[in-house]
């Protein structure tokens, strides 16, 4: 089983608020991921990281910033939450090609 | 062109029935193939990965590429309602995963 942890899983916030949800994994791997996913639709890559202190942008767009300053720990923050955010987000580790997904954090913008 | 390409329509079947899943891909240059499930309000866990074509069997699970069609396919035998959940395909394309939009899969018991 995977040990890849998020936090919180569910989050409530209103329009204009900061936040970082968080990513943890504990299986030493390099390459880490974060995804954002909508019922019915495919899953979308916002940031991906190969490594500490690298960090780019992925496939769709998004507004959110990432760090990785550590190889386990790879944050993910919104500088000012919209209720166009509302989603679930999904971080991932990898060593190989196959990724290991954590739980998830769904996050509702009011 | 989107790079995996899955038919996202529910799929409900009896306990024991044989579930039958599908996607096609794009780029006949894409060689590893892969299936996740993922049970309401979890992540996507991996099912099974293949390389290249053929098949590859894990207990109740066979996964199928084509790669002259550039088909993949999950077949479950047996069908439990334990197995309810969406799955998704996806390969690994541009040095990335491509998803499908997944299938969820009602077994009824």
């Known amino acids: 089983e995977a040990d890849i942890y998020q936090t919180p899983r569910y989050l409530v916030i209103g329009t204009g608020k900061k936040i970082t949800l968080e990513c943890s994994q504990t299986m030493g791997h390099d390459k880490m991921y974060w995804y954002q996913q909508d019922p019915g639709m495919e899953l979308h890559l916002i940031h991906y990281s190969y490594g500490v202190n690298s960090t780019e942008k992925g496939d769709l767009s998004s507004e959110s910033t990432v760090s990785r300053i550590r190889t386990e720990h790879f944050p993910l923050t919104l500088e000012s939450a919209r209720p166009s955010h509302t989603s679930q987000y999904l971080c991932?580790?990898?060593?190989?090609?196959?990724?290991?997904f954590g739980p998830g954090t769904r996050l509702t913008v009011t | 062109q989107k790079e995996v390409e899955q038919d996202p329509g529910p799929l409900s079947v009896p306990e024991g029935a044989i579930v039958s899943l599908n996607c096609t891909y794009s780029n006949s240059a894409f060689q590893y193939f892969m299936w996740y499930r993922q049970y309401s309000r979890k992540g996507p866990e991996l099912l099974m990965y293949t390389y290249s074509s053929g098949n590859k069997e894990d207990g109740r699970f066979t996964a199928q590429v084509d790669k002259s069609s550039k088909y993949i396919s999950l077949f479950i035998r047996d069908s439990q309602p334990s197995d309810s959940a969406t799955y998704l395909c996806a390969t690994v394309g541009l040095n990335r995963l491509a998803f499908g939009k997944g299938n969820q899969v009602v077994v009824i018991p």
């Open positions: 991932a580790s990898s060593l190989g090609v196959e990724q290991y």
